[in-house]
């Protein structure tokens, strides 16, 4: 199989959703947000998300990029970095604006409103602690480092290479530039993290048992110092639970 790199589009935006949803489907906190929201209001509210986003390119520091399977054409797995920028007096206006619109926004019907509250409210804490919007590349929307926001590869094209292809872009400009590269990991994208160099700095942590599940979950935040390199082999990542 062949595949390549692309900068994706507003139009890639439906394809971009499918791929989002069915990789985090059986996530272990997001697959609790709606238990009881119809799909068809979910399926809309996902994919003005990134049509949205992608419509807004690069204004802060957002860049899409695809992988396209060259046999079909069509896009299997895709990424969101965040490089680092500074705003200028309107644009920090704007995004101050748009961030509390957010917060005001309702969940839609039948979602977990506690829980994505929890969610999103550790989030947003950790990633004001960890990003420096001048130097740290995140995936974030904060950012002075680059910040690795959205990795998602389509399962029916996982354990192809496909996340350190998408990886290796935003590492490299990095190590460029000698900056920081930030993450929140789930559980099954940890050992990719891990291998490419990123350390665990923080971590969420949310008691899933009033939400419909069965345990505590954990979601590591990690950073990776300029130019650190990959580690050959499996990582441990039992070492790190707890």
């Known amino acids: 199989m062949a595949f390549s790199l692309h900068p994706a589009n507003p139009e890639d935006a439906r394809d971009i959703t499918t791929i989002f949803q069915e990789?985090?489907?059986?996530?272990?906190?997001?697959?609790?947000?709606?238990?009881?929201?119809?799909?068809e209001i979910k399926d809309d509210r996902d994919l003005k998300f990134f049509h949205d986003s992608l419509v807004e390119g690069d204004k802060y520091g957002g860049r899409f990029t695809k992988v396209v399977d060259n046999s079909t054409g069509k896009t299997v797995a895709f990424s969101?970095?965040?490089?680092?920028?500074?705003?200028?007096?309107?644009?920090?206006?704007?995004?101050?604006?748009?961030?509390?619109?957010?917060?005001?926004?309702?969940?839609?019907?039948?979602?977990?409103?506690?829980?994505?509250?929890?969610?999103?409210?550790?989030?947003?804490?950790?990633?004001?602690?960890?990003?420096?919007?001048?130097?740290?590349?995140?995936?974030?929307?904060?950012?002075?480092s680059p910040v690795l926001h959205i990795l998602a590869v389509h399962p029916s094209h996982q354990r192809l290479g496909l996340g350190s292809m998408l990886i290796r872009p935003g590492l490299e400009a990095a190590d460029k530039a000698g900056a920081k590269t930030f993450i929140e990991a789930s559980p099954s994208g940890l050992p990719l993290y891990l291998r490419h160099g990123w350390e665990p700095v923080d971590e969420m942590v949310i008691d899933m048992r009033p939400h419909g599940g069965h345990e505590i979950a954990r979601q590591k935040c990690l950073m990776r110092e300029a130019k650190a390199g990959n580690k050959e082999g499996k990582v441990d990542v039992g070492k790190l639970e707890g």
């Open 80 to 144: 969101r970095w965040v490089y680092p920028y500074t705003l200028t007096p309107e644009q920090k206006a704007e995004k101050e604006a748009r961030a509390i619109d957010r917060e005001q926004e309702e969940p839609p019907e039948g979602a977990n409103k506690e829980l994505m509250d929890d969610f999103f409210r550790q989030l947003f804490e950790g990633r004001k602690k960890w990003i420096v919007p001048e130097e740290t590349y995140s995936y974030a929307q904060l950012t002075q």
């Open 23 to 39: 990789a985090f489907k059986h996530d272990h906190i997001m697959s609790h947000f709606h238990p009881r929201t119809p799909k």
